[in-house]
């Protein structure tokens, strides 16, 4: 679980305010079986952690990327989202031969005002002899993670790439007894020069221009779990920086060998033109809910020319003050391919993601439109808030599933009604529990739960394969969710019909409104600030997850339950887990009735 309070792990208690990013990468994230099943239902407890301490500043889940136990999180300020393009995300499992997530990769790759940059999470293999295995596993990783339809198809193609995770790298050569030694009289300079990792700078041309700021740090593994004390168990693992983040500037121009130059210099100064700067580099003592430290630095970047040029400019007038007012005007660059299933979201100042949106109302495309510069949508009674505060407009596009296009904050003051008779709440329904489900919010967050109840009501038919309605939710129109069904075990060997028979697929639309309040500037940063974290929790994976399970296993596993590929086991061990969420996924979950 994350530590009650993560202001000091994200930064949010020094500097100006003004980082533009953060991206956070966790490792070891708990994956027992009924805790890996309530994380593909709910969001996982580190993201829903992160989005609550992190939107009241401004900042939005870009995007998110999870295998297993490792988890990366991209985060960025509201403005910023229409000049992020291109989002995509990769992952890699390298553990069992690659049939197992509990090492490799995630990654997401983006275009940020016009520059490549790629974030790239690992957990490589541990203990000190497998160092040769670990650069075998990142060069891998680095293979197989291809992008589509990008200029930047490989890691290493983009601009700028940061690096991070658990490595797992150890300290050769020094026994325990001198490695604390050096730590206690801070000689950490001799520790470095015996770092797997800084050795292999030289050697490894998988590493070539990757750099590293100095560990003027302790090592942060392997400590006693609940102090800040080195591991005193009976494997007693010698001190080591597993935790690390690296950067690497794409060169320009091939780099010949110099003389007396190692590869670590030949390359230096033959950048794309982006510059970076690392501020800081540190580990977080304090942190002692795992037998690793958390590692976090910020950077800057400072771009030879920035792409600051929405797709789609919004306008709205200040303030609304009566459902008349609700209009706005939207015009498209002439390069920008629209569809008929764009929209425009009504947004709370402080959401938290894209589908954390209040109302909609859909962009679509006429043929007596395709001439028109402009183009005015108008929000319904229905789509409107009842209270009053200060909200944001955004464009959805369906075609590249960002927010490509924003509006400055702007006041909503309507006047209030409540006919007679009705009731002014009926948030009874729903419980404080009712959070996040895969990425959707549910009702409870709604400041009209009786408004949601009625359009979800008329969002979807039951048939999975019906056609979309315009009634319905822009953000989910192939969106499933799960029901528990009650029934017999079959008389079967897969683990997948055994799972098939206790949940079923339904469609659902579970909406919400964002919280807090935070202004936007009146312009893009002239500079990226990005903060970048890793840290890790407790590994607590019981016997059933190190089971592998064949491919054969997993023919006709549904899409909506392939992040359960390797918890399916045994069905009593599947009936007790789905017991265990039955009770919250039953209050989170408003079931489509046609």
Known sequence: MPPDDITALLGLHIGDGNTDMYIIGLQEVNSMINKRLKDVLFTDQWSDACMERLSPFGYILVTSQRMQGVLLLVFAKYYHLPFLRGVQTETTRTGLGGYWGNKGGVSARMSVFGHTICFLNCHLPAHME???????DFESILQQQQFEGQAATGVLDHDVVFWFGDLN????????PAVKAAIDNNKLTMLWEK???NMAKDSESVLEGFLEGPLKFPPTYKFDVGTDTYDTSGKKRKPAWTDRILWRLRATVPSGPTPNAGKRGSILGLSSGTKVTQHFYRSHMEYMVSDHKPVSSIFTLQFPYKVDMPLVTIMVEDEWNSIADATCTFKAAPNFARSSWDWIGLYKVGFKHHKDYVGYVWAKQE??????????????????PKGSGDFILCYYSNNTSTLVGVTEPFQIQLPTSSPAGSPSDDSSDFTSEDDSVVGMKTMSRSPSPRKKKHRARHSHSRSP?????????PVLPEMKGLKLQHGSAHNTTDGEKYMMHYVSLVEAEVLSVPVEKRRQGTEPSRRLLMHLNTGLIKKDISEMDRRAVSQSQL?????????????LGDVKDIQNSLADISKDWKQSINTVES
């Open 130 to 136: 497998n160092s040769e295995q670990r650069m075998e």
């Open 169 to 176: 790298f150890r300290i050769d050569e020094l026994e325990i």
């Open 195 to 197: 770092d797997q990792l």
């Open 367 to 384: 043929e007596a439109d395709y001439h028109r510069v402009e183009h005015e949508v108008t929000f319904t009674e229905e789509e409107l």
């Open 465 to 473: 394969s019906h056609s979309r309605s315009r009634s319905g939710s």
């Open 555 to 567: 023919d006709g596993v549904p899409t909506g339950l392939s992040q359960l590929h390797y918890c």
